[in-house]
C-alpha cells in the first residue's frame, strides 16, 4: 500500500515563528488531506489539497502531486497552534482508504 | 450544527464484557469509518462503509463488528473485548468521491477505551 512520511516527527517553536511541516508519499494521490489534533485529542479538518495551493489565515499548504510531496505552512505561530500535525492520503484505486502518516508533534512555547 | 457525534466519551471495561460505541453524523455523508489510534503508530483504520449496508475491513479489523442500517449511523461493537483493544477510538465521516472539497473527513471527539 502506500507510505506516508512525515517529517520533522517533533517541533518546538517559540511563539511569533514560522514553520514548515512536510508529507512524503510513496504514489501517486487523488486525496490529501491535513489534520491537527489539538492537546484535548480533537481531530480538525485543516486542508483537503489533493494539488496546488489553498491559504487559511495563518495557515497555507501546498501539494506537489508529481513530486509527491504537500508542505503545510505555519506562520506567526501562537501556542493554540499546538498539537499533532497530521496528513493522510488516498491514491487512484477503487479502495476508499485514507492512509495516515505519523504525524508532527508541535509544541509553541509562550 | 454539523457535527460527528460519537459516545460515551470515556469507556472502562472488562475483559469479555461485549460493548458498543455508536458514532451519529448528521450532514448525510454516505462515506463513514473508524479510526484506532496508538502511541507510535498513529491512525489506523478498522472498518469503513461507503453507503447504507455497504461495509468493509481496514488495516486492522480483527476483534472489531460494525453494521450500517441507517446512513446516519455506524456503530462499532467489540463482541470480546481485549486488553490490545484498549485505545482511543475516532469516528469520521464524508461525502463519497467527488474529486472535490465535499471529500474532507470529519471527526467524532473520540472515545477513550480501556479494557482492563
Known amino acids: 500500500g502506500i507510505q506516508v512520511e512525515q517529517s520533522p516527527p517533533d517541533l518546538i517553536l517559540q511563539e511569533g515563528a514560522n514553520s514548515t511541516l512536510r508529507c512524503n508519499f510513496s504514489?501517486?494521490?487523488?486525496?490529501l488531506q491535513w489534520f491537527h489534533q489539538n492537546p484535548w485529542g480533537q481531530l480538525i479538518n485543516l486542508f483537503y489539497?489533493?494539488?496546488g495551493t489553498k491559504q487559511n489565515g495563518r495557515l497555507s499548504a501546498t501539494t506537489v502531486a508529481t513530486e509527491r510531496y504537500s508542505l503545510l505552512y505555519i506562520s506567526s505561530s501562537q501556542t493554540t497552534d499546538s498539537g499533532v500535525y497530521f496528513c493522510?492520503?488516498?491514491?487512484?484505486?477503487?479502495?476508499?482508504?485514507?492512509?495516515f502518516g505519523k504525524g508532527t508533534l508541535l509544541t509553541v512555547n509562550p | 450544527e454539523a457535527q460527528v457525534t460519537q459516545n460515551p466519551r470515556y469507556l472502562i471495561t472488562v475483559t469479555g464484557k461485549k460493548l458498543t460505541v455508536t458514532c451519529s453524523q448528521n450532514?448525510?455523508?454516505?462515506?463513514m469509518s473508524w479510526y484506532r489510534q496508538d502511541p507510535g503508530l498513529g491512525l489506523r483504520q478498522i472498518y469503513y462503509?461507503?453507503?447504507?449496508?455497504?461495509?468493509d475491513k481496514g488495516d486492522v479489523p480483527e476483534g472489531y463488528k460494525v453494521s450500517r442500517k441507517e446512513k446516519r449511523n455506524f456503530p462499532l461493537i467489540l463482541e470480546s473485548p481485549s486488553p490490545n483493544q484498549t485505545s482511543l477510538y475516532f469516528c469520521?465521516?464524508?461525502?463519497?468521491?467527488?474529486?472535490?472539497?465535499?471529500?474532507?473527513?470529519?471527526f467524532g471527539s473520540g472515545t477513550q477505551l480501556s479494557v482492563l
Open positions: 469520521a465521516s464524508s461525502f463519497r468521491r467527488t474529486g472535490t472539497v465535499n471529500e474532507k473527513l470529519f
Open positions: 462503509s461507503m453507503n447504507v449496508e455497504v461495509t
Open positions: 493522510a492520503v488516498r491514491s487512484g484505486g477503487s479502495n476508499y482508504k485514507l492512509t
Open positions: 489539497i489533493p494539488s
Open positions: 504514489d501517486s494521490v487523488n486525496n
Open positions: 450532514m448525510n455523508h454516505e462515506y
